[in-house]
């Protein structure tokens, strides 16, 4: 027994031993945190009713009523935008005196009411506060985010906010303030680094004017960043701080300022932060962080990262944590930054890449979701800004797909070809034949999704001029054989044609159009078609007006009723004007705007032949009249 008492005893000196040498190592590589004590501001008074006033509605915004509390709010804003000295000074004072006993609510609603205050007309309101009175909000406002950690969640946005309005106009004296704060070694509170990244983010290109003591202050402590919520808030603080360089050098051939210091930033982000980090939150910071930095140090400098910066960033789709548009907007900035001088680089990578991005491409959108908007939106500009720089392969990667047989690689293909149409249509235009021939091979498919996804492609074709090379012929009959479904896909099909038809002078319309309503007679929807047919009439016209003239007659444009097979048509319409519906009345119109035309249109004998067999028309009045 005593020899087990011995070895236990042994054992447990070990491993105080090894804790106390654990905890003098972290001591070593952590700074001491300063001690912070929150100052109120002086109140300055008007020595008047006004103060009187001003705490009646402090007062009531400890109200149990919600309607009080919003009154009185409102009331010190109101006053605050005529006497801001008094109302500011007061607000900040009674919140610093109260704290402890208001309830979260009534604290945040009375620092609302401060920060509304400067957010009107902040220039002036600024001004007005005097340099004494000012710098006493500046050291208040700094000293609560601070301590912001004691303070209630929903109150540390609205200091952030305020402190950011200050800066605003005063931005190197609260980043002054602010670097106070900061310990001899290591980071300072992390609502202090959210603060000052708020601060960069309202000033933009001025702050990279004061950047040089903040990041010297900043440089020396990556090493130290241990925990989640101080990565995040450090990487936050990089973003906007990045974002301010590239808004300061947008323009301008100098070298980007910080770029070296910067550079190490992103080698400690993407091989030490990325890969052990597990907040949600800091990773979503981390990524955007990466995603932005490329753009504030330049390409050059990118380079040497990008073999493992983009993989890195796809990886992180697996991680359902993490918002998918941030991701995808990390990788479009990055292929934004780096794409047109890294293209050796991006080479090796481009098949992997457009594989990952793919994926993401949905054919159903729920656009009511923001971020699922978004991450849709940052993809296909990602494949957009690699078909810049790589089109064959992007076009060659987009015919395998649309050769698959697998639904959604048909689909995401369909969708980018459409994308790619809208947004690339010069550089596409002499390959319009090969994604002509791709979209084809989807014509046999029979799923729902994909044949609404090609009659969506087939109108965009259309719009941008691709519907006038071989093979074009089919898609367009491919969109009026469908026409005639009561479904979702008919619906897509008639909207299509509609489009199509006022793109008439660029889409093999005709014969195809008056074709197949000769055929398609039973469709339920004959009258949606022949309005169709009918505003493809009037743009075939009006573009041959434009090009002849209407006014030259030797070179006024011929009618096209005025070849073979035009009889059957003509005979189509008068053989419709007994109707009594819509398909009566506009056969009824057409008649009469065809006779018009009688010099162009083949409607002698037909017309009178035609009156004599149906002399049981009901509408033969209408009939004889266009005769």
């Given at each position: 027994?005593?020899?087990?008492?011995?070895e236990?005893?042994?054992?447990?000196?070990?491993?105080k031993?090894?804790?106390?040498?654990?905890?003098?190592?972290l001591?070593?590589?952590?700074?001491?945190?300063?001690?912070?004590?929150?100052?109120?501001?002086?109140?300055?008074?008007s020595?008047?009713?006004?103060?009187?006033?001003?705490?009646a509605n402090?007062?009531?915004?400890?109200?149990?009523?919600?309607?009080v509390?919003?009154?009185?709010?409102?009331c010190?804003v109101s006053?605050?935008?005529?006497?801001?000295?008094?109302?500011?000074?007061?607000?900040?004072?009674?919140?610093e005196?109260?704290?402890?006993?208001?309830h979260?609510v009534?604290?945040?609603?009375?620092?609302k009411?401060?920060?509304?205050?400067?957010?009107?007309?902040?220039?002036?309101?600024?001004?007005?506060?005097?340099?004494e009175?000012?710098?006493?909000?500046?050291?208040?406002l700094?000293?609560?985010?601070?301590?912001?950690?004691?303070?209630?969640?929903?109150?540390?946005?609205?200091?952030?906010?305020?402190?950011?309005?200050?800066?605003?106009?005063?931005h190197?004296?609260c980043?002054?303030?602010?670097?106070?704060?900061?310990?001899?070694?290591?980071?300072?509170?992390?609502?202090?680094l959210?603060?000052?990244?708020?601060?960069?983010?309202?000033?933009?290109?001025?702050?990279?004017?004061?950047?040089?003591?903040?990041?010297?202050?900043?440089?020396?402590?990556?090493?130290?960043v241990?925990?989640?919520p101080?990565?995040?808030?450090?990487?936050t603080?990089?973003?906007?701080?990045?974002?301010?360089?590239?808004?300061?050098?947008?323009g301008?051939?100098?070298?980007?300022?910080?770029?070296?210091?910067l550079?190490?930033?992103?080698?400690?982000?993407l091989?030490?932060?990325?890969?052990?980090?597990?907040a949600?939150?800091?990773?979503?910071?981390?990524?955007?962080?990466?995603g932005?930095?490329?753009?504030?140090i330049?390409?050059?400098?990118?380079?040497?990262?990008?073999?493992?910066l983009?993989?890195?960033?796809?990886?992180?789709?697996?991680?359902?944590?993490?918002?998918?548009?941030a991701?995808?907007?990390?990788?479009?900035?990055?292929?934004?930054?780096?794409a047109?001088?890294?293209?050796?680089?991006?080479?090796?990578?481009?098949?992997?890449?457009?594989?990952?991005?793919?994926?993401?491409?949905?054919?159903?959108?729920?656009?009511?979701?923001?971020?699922?908007?978004?991450?849709?939106?940052?993809?296909?500009?990602?494949?957009?800004?690699?078909?810049?720089v790589?089109?064959?392969?992007?076009?060659?990667?987009?015919?395998?797909?649309?050769?698959?047989?697998?639904?959604?690689?048909?689909l995401?293909?369909?969708?980018?070809?459409?994308?790619?149409?809208?947004?690339?249509?010069l550089?596409?235009?002499?390959?319009?034949?090969?994604?002509?021939?791709?979209?084809?091979?989807?014509?046999?498919?029979r799923k729902?999704a994909?044949?609404i996804?090609?009659?969506?492609?087939a109108?965009?074709?259309?719009?941008?001029?691709?519907?006038?090379?071989?093979?074009?012929?089919?898609i367009?009959?491919f969109?009026?054989?469908?026409?005639?479904?009561?479904?979702n896909?008919?619906?897509e099909?008639r909207?299509?044609?509609?489009?199509?038809?006022k793109?008439?002078?660029?889409?093999?319309?005709?014969?195809?159009?008056?074709?197949?309503?000769?055929?398609?007679?039973?469709?339920?929807?004959?009258s949606?078609?022949?309005?169709?047919?009918?505003?493809?009439?009037?743009?075939?016209?009006?573009?041959?007006?434009?090009?002849?003239?209407?006014?030259?007659?030797?070179?006024?444009?011929?009618?096209?009723?005025?070849?073979?097979?035009?009889?059957d048509?003509?005979?189509?319409?008068?053989?419709?004007?007994?109707?009594?519906?819509?398909?009566?009345?506009?056969?009824?119109?057409?008649?009469?705007?065809?006779?018009?035309e009688?010099?162009?249109?083949?409607?002698?004998p037909?017309?009178l032949?035609?009156v004599m067999v149906?002399?049981?028309?009901?509408?033969?009045s209408?009939?004889?009249?266009?005769?």
């Amino acid at each position: 027994v005593a020899e087990v008492a011995a070895e236990k005893q042994t054992a447990m000196n070990f491993f105080k031993e090894a804790i106390s040498s654990t905890v003098d190592k972290l001591a070593s590589v952590s700074s001491p945190q300063k001690t912070f004590t929150v100052k109120a501001v002086p109140r300055v008074q008007s020595g008047t009713l006004l103060d009187s006033v001003v705490d009646a509605n402090l007062a009531g915004i400890q109200d149990k009523e919600q309607v009080v509390r919003a009154g009185c709010s409102e009331c010190l804003v109101s006053l605050g935008s005529r006497h801001p000295k008094y109302l500011l000074t007061a607000v900040l004072n009674f919140v610093e005196v109260n704290r402890s006993k208001l309830h979260p609510v009534h604290l945040a609603l009375v620092l609302k009411s401060a920060q509304a205050i400067l957010a009107q007309e902040t220039d002036s309101i600024i001004e007005s506060l005097g340099d004494e009175v000012l710098q006493s909000v500046i050291d208040y406002l700094v000293s609560m985010l601070a301590t912001a950690k004691d303070l209630p969640g929903e109150v540390r946005p609205i200091i952030v906010r305020s402190f950011a309005l200050v800066g605003s106009q005063r931005h190197q004296d609260c980043l002054q303030a602010a670097l106070q704060t900061f310990p001899d070694s290591g980071l300072p509170p992390p609502h202090i680094l959210e603060g000052v990244g708020a601060l960069a983010e309202v000033c933009g290109e001025r702050f990279v004017d004061i950047m040089p003591p903040l990041m010297a202050k900043l440089l020396p402590t990556v090493s130290t960043v241990r925990t989640d919520p101080a990565r995040c808030a450090f990487a936050t603080l990089v973003s906007q701080l990045s974002a301010g360089i590239v808004s300061r050098a947008h323009g301008s051939s100098n070298a980007k300022p910080h770029a070296t210091e910067l550079t190490g930033l992103m080698e400690t982000f993407l091989k030490v932060w990325l890969p052990n980090v597990r907040a949600p939150d800091a990773r979503q910071a981390i990524v955007v962080a990466l995603g932005r930095l490329p753009a504030a140090i330049g390409s050059d400098a990118v380079e040497p990262f990008l073999d493992k910066l983009l993989p890195a960033l796809v990886q992180q789709f697996k991680f359902k944590d993490v918002r998918l548009a941030a991701v995808s907007g990390a990788i479009a900035s990055v292929l934004d930054a780096c794409a047109s001088d890294c293209g050796r680089v991006l080479m090796q990578q481009i098949e992997q890449l457009l594989a990952a991005l793919f994926v993401h491409v949905k054919a159903q959108v729920d656009y009511a979701n923001a971020q699922a908007a978004r991450h849709q939106a940052e993809v296909l500009r990602c494949i957009e800004i690699l078909s810049g720089v790589f089109l064959e392969q992007v076009v060659a990667g987009l015919l395998q797909r649309l050769a698959s047989r697998d639904t959604d690689h048909r689909l995401s293909a369909l969708i980018v070809t459409k994308h790619l149409c809208l947004r690339l249509c010069l550089q596409l235009q002499p390959r319009k034949e090969t994604i002509v021939s791709g979209v084809l091979r989807t014509l046999d498919d029979r799923k729902e999704a994909v044949q609404i996804a090609l009659l969506q492609t087939a109108t965009t074709l259309g719009q941008q001029g691709f519907l006038d090379c071989s093979g074009s012929a089919d898609i367009v009959t491919f969109v009026l054989q469908h026409t005639s479904l009561n479904n979702n896909i008919g619906f897509e099909a008639r909207q299509s044609l509609k489009l199509l038809c006022k793109e008439g002078s660029r889409v093999p319309l005709w014969p195809e159009v008056l074709g197949l309503v000769m055929v398609k007679q039973c469709n339920p929807h004959i009258s949606d078609v022949l309005e169709c047919v009918y505003t493809a009439i009037e743009e075939r016209f009006a573009s041959a007006e434009q090009v002849h003239g209407v006014s030259e007659s030797p070179s006024a444009p011929k009618g096209f009723l005025d070849c073979s097979g035009s009889a059957d048509i003509v005979t189509f319409v008068l053989q419709h004007t007994s109707l009594n519906n819509n398909i009566g009345f506009e056969a009824r119109q057409s008649l009469k705007l065809l006779c018009k035309e009688g010099s162009r249109v083949p409607l002698w004998p037909e017309v009178l032949g035609l009156v004599m067999v149906k002399q049981c028309n009901p509408h033969i009045s209408d009939v004889l009249e266009c005769v």
